[in-house]
């Protein structure tokens, strides 16, 4: 039997329609930008995997790190044991945050990233013997599958089943020059109850790469603070230097209360979560009080491995290579889009840093099921590019990695494209 056919008998895939889904593609090496199928036939990874890889697939330095950590030591439990790997993450990781950022909480996925940060800031009005349940967030955002990251979610397609399940939240939308001052008094109206705001900075991913100002949102962040609302920055996908700069966080003045990474985290080699805090949230949990523990934790918590794997990737990303090939994919990215911007069938452009986005013009729907969808992606997968529309819009975000020659191709496909559908 082959690899798809046993698939079909035994496996559920993620975000598919199992009934009318094209066969998955069996991988069965990665190097660089390149994925490798059974027959050696090669795929650009133009959208990294889901967001995930950074320095390209089984990238040899953090390959042999984790090898090496693998010998020594796989996993241990992380209530009453640490180890080095992870205290060595999180000095790396906080070394680069905002000065807010003093502790680090692992768990193993963005949603979970997600769901500690509510929990810390949730709790930490419940330690302070003043409780406020409520939340705040964007119209459109998207922060994970669980039921929590889900409930701070726009409301959805992917939501609608469990609607009366989601707890309340206050959803407001990203803010432009036009909306600030209506929006910040919906903050100010419900201030006394919010525990927190939760955001993606800059860039909304899920919702289709929409983008918005940082001005805008520092202007809003600074409403936050002066009415006493916790803000958690969800980098689980801007963070690593997709928006060109190592975080979002480093393209604002105010700093976040809390933050969430995974995605990128560990170069996309190992599943990992960090949710991270100022000591004004930790100490709200340091008591003599045994109800004022945060009592939240995984199995495979701070996984050593991972852990190792994100060394690694940090320090990848820091190096020359790393930073010189974000510029240059954020150079390319800006005259390709200048070069298609007044195509008759671009809707809209968008970049921040290393991610673009091109929304399409159609005369049908424009939404996450529409056929165009389909077809594109369906076009790109048979010109050996991995590309995942968001229903009309196409967006590129490789491995810093990703050679100019590879660029060009994923160019000159959508320009075909563009003719085609
Ligand atoms: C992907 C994503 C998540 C969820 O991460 P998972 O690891 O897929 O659970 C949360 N927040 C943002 C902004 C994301 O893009």
């Known amino acids: 039997m082959t690899l798809i ?25 990665g190097e660089g930008a390149s994925l490798y199928d059974e027959d050696g036939h090669r795929y650009i990874d133009a959208i990294s995997s889901w967001w995930v890889t950074l320095h390209g697939h089984s990238h040899p330095y953090i390959v042999a790190k984790v090898v090496a950590q693998l010998e020594k030591l796989d996993q241990v439990i992380f209530a009453g044991f640490t180890h080095e790997p992870a205290i060595a993450l999180a000095e790396s990781l906080l070394a680069i945050l905002p000065d807010t950022q003093q502790k680090v909480f692992y768990t193993d996925n963005g949603s979970t990233a997600v769901e500690v940060a509510l929990k810390m ?5 419940f330690n302070k013997g003043r409780p406020k349940k409520k939340v705040l967030a964007f119209n459109n955002g998207y922060h994970g599958d669980t039921f929590g990251a889900m409930s701070v979610s726009g409301r959805s397609a992917w939501t609608a089943p469990f609607d009366n399940l989601l707890f309340e939240v206050i959803f407001i939308d990203t803010p432009t020059a036009e909306n600030l001052a209506s929006i910040k008094r ?4 419900h201030a006394a109850d919010l525990a927190c705001f939760v955001y993606e900075p800059l860039v909304q991913g899920s919702a289709g790469m929409l983008m918005y100002e940082a001005a805008d949102l520092d202007e809003l962040l600074a409403h936050c603070r002066h009415e006493g609302v916790l803000m958690i920055q969800d980098e689980v996908f801007t963070g690593f230097g997709r928006t060109g700069k190592n975080f979002a966080a480093d393209h604002l003045q105010v700093k976040p209360d809390v933050m969430c990474f995974s995605k990128g985290l560990t170069g996309g080699a190992m599943p990992l979560g960090a949710t991270t805090c100022s000591l004004e949230i930790y100490n709200a949990f340091v008591s003599q009080d045994k109800m004022k523990t945060l009592f939240h934790g995984h199995s495979f918590t701070a996984n050593p491995l991972a852990c190792t794997a994100a060394l690694a990737s940090i320090e990848l990303l820091l190096q020359v290579p790393a930073q010189e090939n974000i510029r240059r994919i954020c150079q390319r990215h800006e005259a390709f889009l200048e ?9 809209a452009v968008r970049q921040t840093g290393t991610i673009i986005a091109v929304e399409w013009k159609t005369g049908t729907g424009t939404s996450y099921f529409s056929d165009l969808r389909n077809q594109l992606y369906d076009y790109f997968m048979d010109k ?10 196409i967006y590129i975000l490789p491995p810093y990695c990703i050679s100019d020659e590879d660029l060009d191709k994923i160019y000159t496909e959508i320009i075909n494209a563009l003719e085609i559908f």
């Open 5 to 29: 056919n046993r698939d079909a008998q035994v496996i559920w895939h993620p975000y598919t329609q199992q009934f009318m889904a094209r066969p998955p593609l069996p991988v069965v090496r």
């Open 339 to 347: 070069e298609i911007k007044d195509h008759r069938k671009v809707a």
């Open 384 to 393: 050996r590019i991995l590309m995942r529309p968001l229903g009309n819009i």
């Open 186 to 189: 919906s903050v100010s109206a």
């Open 121 to 125: 800031c949730v709790q930490y009005w």
